[in-house]
């Protein structure tokens, strides 16, 4: 949990970070979004490699768990749902959101997003994890909606609404209320 919201805060960050150490912004999130999915893995896989252990050297009945009394599919199977079913759904809907708008952009001519902005918006989705993604969408596309609505009706702008500065905020603050509902008491 720590290393999700300390990752987002890094993509939150990612304007001034970037300029600071002179990397363009475009490169230093790509590196974020691919560098958090190696990270947030390999820390999955480290669980089920401990829960393995745990299981095998804690001797009976946690060792009855393991081949040769069942199946290793078990194991493979709890692991998978344990450890790495909630990113493992997150990160292709991740990499599903990055191509597309990617493709997207490309075809009509950069109209859509910043270069850096697929890469903030998969960055997001992939770190919230399943279930919690699928409210996020609905909540970037409201919050778009009723920023261009004010800027159309009360300040009288006719520009369109950059979603650049809101895809790694409504992240963040999607993880912090989930974190609220699940830790209240």
């Known amino acids: ?5 300390v990752i987002l805060i890094l993509g939150l960050l990612t304007p001034r970070l970037s300029g600071r150490f002179g990397i363009p912004k475009k490169v230093f999130i790509r590196f974020l979004f691919y560098g958090a999915v190696i ?3 390999g820390i999955q896989a480290y669980w089920g490699w401990q829960q393995y252990s745990m299981w095998k050297y804690g001797g009976p009945p946690a060792s009855y768990l393991l081949p040769p009394y069942q199946p290793v599919s078990y194991f493979y199977l709890y692991a998978y749902m344990q450890f790495f079913n909630k990113f ?10 990055l191509l597309a708008s990617k493709f997207l952009n490309h075809y009509f001519k950069n109209r859509f997003f ?4 697929p890469y903030f918006a998969a960055l997001s989705i992939f770190l919230l994890g399943q279930p919690l993604w699928l409210f996020y969408a609905p909540a970037v596309l409201g919050s778009a909606v009723l920023a261009s609505v004010y800027n159309q009706y009360f300040r009288k702008k006719r520009e369109r609404f950059s979603l650049y500065y809101l895809w790694i905020p409504a992240g963040s603050l999607l993880f912090i209320v989930d974190l609220v509902l699940k830790y209240r008491n």
């Open 39 to 41: 990270l947030i893995f």
């Open 114 to 117: 910043e270069d850096e902005e």
């Open 88 to 97: 493992v759904i997150s990160c292709f809907a991740g990499f599903l959101i």
């Open 1 to 5: 949990m720590l290393i999700v919201f």
